[in-house]
């Protein structure tokens, strides 16, 4: 009888065993995943090693998945809703903590392998006051050409110039203060350009911008780029920021 009741105990221990290993497994996930882009922006670890590091917060998070079905079996055929309640905690949280990582895996398996963004393809905005800082870049300074332009018009066909019936002094006025609202590093600013930096939240990649605006009559036109320092694909993020920024300009002089 003691032998029967130390090995039904012994049972009844795997399910919870197994349910805290699956909650250290997601707390392992989270702290690879959240850390790896930090760690890269203070300079702790290499670009490599950090994305090694996200990795390794996917496998992580992996782990903790396929135990908590293998606790969910367990339960349903044990009976314990406890550990069952736990495993479906940790499966919730892993496929919220897996969602942004795969948006980003879906957002590059549709973008081409560009990094330079422009609304001006045949003209590009120059960049002046950060020429040192492209040209010290991995990306360089230089708009990379026909086959940049010809992959953003297929991929990023709304990212075109703006219009607006305003003068260039007040059209200039409403770009630095949209500018500043976005928190982008002012470079220089002169009548008719303003460069800028945006530095990337999670990893910090810094992604140079200037706007350059040109009188045409009673309007002005309003043409931007925006250009990674570093990858060879920005994942859409430019494209993005573009059009993001021209549809808030627009608001703003409406």
Partial sequence: MADRLNQSRHKSRWPIALAWLSVLALVAAVLLMAGAGPAYRW???GLGEAFNL?????????????????????????????????????????????????QQWERAQQAPVIHDITTDTQNPPAFVALREAREAAPNGLDYPGEATAEQQQA?????????????????????QAEVEA????????????????????????????????TEQGESTQVDMRSASRLGASD?????????????ALRDRLE
Avoid: H
């Fill in 155 to 175: 991929a990023y066909p709304n990212v075109q110039p703006l219009l607006v019936n305003a003068t260039p002094a007040t059209v200039l006025a409403a770009v």
């Fill in 182 to 213: 976005a928190g982008w590093a002012i470079a220089d600013i002169t009548p008719n350009r303003l460069e800028a930096t945006a530095v990337t939240r999670w990893f910090g990649f810094e992604d140079d911008v200037v706007i350059r605006l």
């Fill in 43 to 45: 300079q702790w670890v």
């Fill in 54 to 102: 996200l990795r390794n917060g996917v496998y992580a998070a992996t782990a903790a998945v396929a135990l908590s079905v293998l606790v969910l079996l367990i339960s349903a055929f044990t009976r314990r809703a406890g550990t069952a309640l736990v495993a479906i905690l940790v499966i919730s949280a892993t496929a919220a903590l897996l969602y942004m990582p795969w």
């Fill in 235 to 247: 994942v859409g993020t430019n494209a993005l920021r573009i059009e993001t920024f021209l549809n």
